[in-house]
């Protein structure tokens, strides 16, 4: 993966990108997908457009979202 990464790359830019489907994703086809496609970046895409954009996050915010998430859910 070359330059820098910011929101709004197509996905297959990422090209460590492994991505993988949330648990909770609907039988729609309405899903959310996760990649860690570097030490300290997150990356998420729409599963229904895997090659558009994604959002990337440094691993720490995601990290802390979903703990947020985790905790609200309590």
Not at 3 to 29: C, T
Request: charged content about 30%; glycine content about 8%.
């Amino acid at each position: 993966m070359a330059g820098e990464v910011r929101n709004g790359v197509p996905a297959d830019r990422l090209e460590a990108a492994v991505w993988r489907k949330s648990s909770r994703s609907g039988a729609q086809g309405n899903c959310v997908e996760l990649s860690w496609p570097g030490d300290e970046m997150a990356a998420v895409r729409n599963s229904r457009d895997p090659h558009g954009p994604v959002l990337v996050y440094t691993r720490a915010h995601l990290v802390a979202f979903l703990a947020d998430v985790r905790e609200r859910e309590d």
